[in-house]
């Protein structure tokens, strides 16, 4: 009589994230997905505003807001592009990830991990390495960015840090080399919520952006 192995059943394999809502921001990237914030409409914002900005000429008070202004959307320009960045190797993760959690081969498994630690840190490096004005709404560094807009107002922008430490996206080395299927679960959970931390910081900095690319075009109109 033959004799037969019970294997256990696997989990059910997770969908694969959507595709990032900044897709194309830069034109670099497919935009047939829908978005759920209007990116474009930004980018365009804040190239029209800046050189707006650049022809507008006014009293120095005046001068001192738009060159405040225009480091903000600079800021906001490059935390985006490396958020978008970012959020491109949290999908190659999730593909390592799933790949785990299809496989029972240990040997196999030990490889994944160690891809899915190489892309973990290559996070944190895309993060640390924006530019100094992205890096400050991004990066371990991070800080707030304060804009005058006259007399006792002014606009602050929050910083959201998105590396992958636990102060940021939160995403734990895969200590276990994903033998079991507990750790890979976990980090599927970590990098919904890595996703989820990315679009978030998108958003509001896209609507920092609205707001300052319009409060810049109504100064350049009025010192028109």
Same mark, same amino acid.
């Given at each position: /009589?033959?004799? !037969? ?12 994230? #959507?595709?990032?809502?900044?897709? +194309? ?13 209007? %990116?474009?409409?930004?980018?365009? +914002?804040?190239? #029209?505003?800046?050189?707006? &900005?650049? $022809? ?25 592009? !490396? ?9 190659? &993760? ?8 299809? !496989? %029972?081969?240990? %040997?196999? $498994? ?10 973990? =840190?290559?996070?944190?490096?895309? %993060? ?5 004005? +992205? ?17 006792? /107002? ?13 102060? +940021? =996206? ?17 980090? =599927? ?22 707001? =300052?690319?319009? $409060? ?9």
């Amino acid at each position: /009589m033959p004799v !037969t192995t019970a294997t256990q059943p696997r989990a059910p394999q997770r969908a694969k994230p #959507r595709r990032s809502p900044l897709a +194309g921001w830069f034109g670099r990237k497919d935009e047939s997905a829908s978005l759920d914030i209007s %990116a474009l409409d930004v980018s365009a +914002g804040v190239t #029209r505003a800046l050189r707006l &900005a650049a $022809r507008a000429q006014g009293s120095q008070a005046a001068d001192a807001q738009r060159a405040q202004i225009n480091d903000a959307l600079n800021a906001i320009e490059t935390a985006l592009y !490396t958020i978008d960045r970012i959020r491109d190797v949290i999908e190659q &993760a999730y593909d390592v990830a799933l790949s785990a959690q299809e !496989t %029972a081969d240990a %040997a196999a $498994r030990a490889l994944l991990a160690e891809s899915y630690d190489d892309l973990r =840190l290559e996070i944190t490096r895309i %993060a640390e390495e924006a530019t100094e004005n +992205g890096a400050t709404l991004v990066g371990r560094e991070k800080r707030q960015i304060d804009v005058r807009l006259g007399g006792q /107002m002014q606009y602050s922008i929050t910083p959201t840090r998105l590396d992958a430490s636990n102060k +940021g =996206l939160n995403l734990s080395p895969p200590h276990n080399a994903f033998v079991g299927d507990e750790e890979v679960e976990a980090a =599927l959970s970590e990098l919904d919520n890595a996703l989820q931390r990315a679009d978030r910081a998108a958003i509001s900095y896209c609507r920092d952006a609205r707001f =300052l690319i319009a $409060r810049l075009e109504l100064q350049s109109r009025l010192s028109a």
